[in-house]
């Protein structure tokens, strides 16, 4: 709601934080940057259990991390997710360099802690399974990726997939609050929240 000059009755941060002459958000250093922090941190962390899974998990049998429920083995994934696509691994490799490329671009329009969260999750995921593609054998866009984490009756997966799945529940969580990158709630959700208050 807007008073009779225009000017905003809002002290959300988020709302201040846009410019008023264009109506567009600044850039928010903060936000790029925690982006990138988390994902600097999670692509490490996946490419470290990678190596360390080549190292001690390949030719041999799984082993018990939490009795049965979780197990470390080793296999490698020419595909995507769950296996699915295992002879188009070179397009996979460049669907998932554009999408890392969306998500830096949409990174700089972010005013959202919770979903700069998501996007360093999200471009960890990327990036860390998109490492694989390029640099690991049979060749360059063609490379498997090492997965090395099994649950019961679910496929083998690492840690690239769990960031990937963190970032799916942000995303989900932020759509039905109706938050948007920039931090604002959309219309249909601002005036849900004011019905709500209102009864």
């Known amino acids: 709601m807007q008073a009779a000059r225009g000017a905003s009755?809002?002290?959300?941060?988020?709302?201040?934080?846009?410019?008023?002459t264009g109506g567009r958000p600044r850039t928010s250093g903060r936000h790029v940057g925690l982006v990138l922090g988390i994902a600097v941190v999670a692509f490490?962390?996946?490419?470290?259990?990678?190596?360390?899974?080549?190292?001690?998990?390949?030719?041999?049998p799984a082993k018990p991390l939490v009795g049965e429920l979780l197990q470390l083995t080793y296999t490698r994934n020419?595909?995507?997710?769950?296996?699915?696509?295992?002879g188009l691994t070179p397009v996979?490799?460049?669907?998932?360099?554009?999408?890392?490329?969306?998500?830096?671009?949409?990174?700089?329009r972010l005013r959202s802690t919770f979903w700069a969260v998501g996007f360093g999750f999200l471009l960890a995921g990327i990036v860390g399974n998109l490492a694989d593609r390029l640099f690991r054998e049979p060749g360059p866009f063609r490379g498997h990726v090492v997965?090395?984490?099994?649950?019961?009756?679910?496929?083998?997966?690492?840690?690239?997939?769990?960031?990937?799945?963190?970032?799916?529940?942000?995303?989900?969580?932020?759509?039905?609050?109706?938050?948007?990158?920039?931090?604002?709630r959309s219309d249909a959700?601002?005036?849900?929240?004011?019905?709500?208050?209102e009864q």
């Open 9 to 20: 009755l809002s002290d959300h941060p988020a709302e201040r934080a846009h410019d008023v």
């Open 44 to 60: 490490v962390v996946d490419q470290v259990t990678k190596y360390l899974a080549v190292e001690h998990l390949a030719g041999r």
């Open 78 to 86: 020419p595909g995507a997710a769950f296996s699915t696509g295992t």
């Open 92 to 108: 996979i490799t460049v669907v998932a360099i554009v999408a890392a490329v969306v998500v830096l671009w949409l990174t700089l």
């Open 147 to 184: 997965d090395f984490l099994m649950l019961p009756h679910w496929p083998v997966f690492n840690v690239a997939d769990v960031c990937i799945n963190v970032a799916a529940v942000v995303i989900v969580v932020q759509a039905l609050r109706g938050v948007r990158l920039d931090g604002r």
């Open 189 to 197: 959700a601002t005036e849900s929240g004011e019905r709500a208050r």
